[in-house]
């Protein structure tokens, strides 16, 4: 039996401390990313929500907001981040948001491969997502994805912006990193 979105949240509900995804029919168990790429995870929100919130433009959320996407296998994944427009989302679901956020961020941490991740942006590029943002804390670039064009490619010296959906905003790419303390 093909399990469902309500298979899901018991198992969420029975396993609070597991990140689950409901991905072409199966229940997908995400292991830890590990504690640098969650910290850069964490920056980015951080900046993300430090931005959009005063503006009230839209919701940002982390890894554990899922989305029931609108393919035909009503997937539930779950973006390291996102962010939704205010208009797309007027109040915050309770369960899972039935849409594609409109930006998503993954970030690499040592067990994902680059080419999951562009797998999984692409998909979310497909249903509706405008923008998919790749980090790889290992490398230290940031790739910006848009359907339909070639990823731009980030480095220390560049800065981050999404004028079309959070216009103004702005994250120098060395910014992300964890932090070295003397």
Same mark, same amino acid.
């Given at each position: 039996?093909?399990?469902?979105?309500?298979? $899901?949240?018991?198992?969420?509900?029975?396993?609070?401390?597991?990140?689950?995804?409901?991905?072409?029919?199966?229940?997908?168990?995400?292991?830890?990313?590990?504690?640098?790429?969650? @910290?850069?995870?964490?920056?980015?929100?951080?900046?993300?929500?430090?931005?959009?919130?005063?503006?009230?433009?839209?919701?940002?959320?982390?890894?554990?907001?899922?989305?029931?996407?609108?393919?035909?296998?009503?997937?539930?994944?779950?973006?390291?981040?996102?962010?939704?427009t205010a208009e797309r989302l007027r109040r915050s679901p309770r369960s899972f948001a039935e849409l594609a956020p409109d930006l998503m961020? @993954?970030?690499?941490?040592?067990?994902?491969?680059?080419?999951?991740?562009?797998?999984?942006?692409? @998909?979310?590029?497909?249903?509706?997502?405008?923008?998919?943002? $790749?980090?790889?804390?290992?490398?230290?670039?940031?790739?910006?994805?848009?359907?339909?064009? @070639?990823?731009?490619? $980030?480095?220390?010296?560049?800065?981050?912006?999404?004028?079309?959906?959070?216009?103004?905003?702005?994250?120098?790419?060395?910014?992300?990193?964890?932090?070295?303390?003397?």
């Open positions: 039996m093909t399990p469902t979105v309500q298979d $899901l949240e018991k198992l969420q509900s029975q396993h609070p401390d597991r990140r689950l995804e409901l991905v072409r029919g199966k229940i997908v168990v995400m292991s830890p990313s590990g504690y640098e790429s969650d @910290e850069v995870a964490a920056e980015m929100i951080r900046r993300m929500g430090n931005w959009v919130r005063p503006r009230k433009i839209g919701r940002v959320t982390a890894s554990s907001a899922g989305f029931r996407l609108p393919n035909p296998d009503r997937d539930v994944r779950a973006p390291d981040a996102s962010f939704v961020v @993954e970030v690499k941490s040592p067990t994902d491969s680059v080419e999951e991740l562009e797998a999984k942006i692409q @998909e979310f590029l497909a249903l509706g997502t405008r923008v998919g943002i $790749l980090i790889n804390p290992e490398e230290q670039t940031v790739r910006i994805y848009r359907s339909g064009r @070639e990823a731009i490619l $980030l480095a220390n010296d560049d800065v981050i912006t999404v004028p079309d959906l959070l216009p103004g905003w702005e994250v120098p790419v060395i910014e992300l990193w964890s932090p070295v303390f003397e």
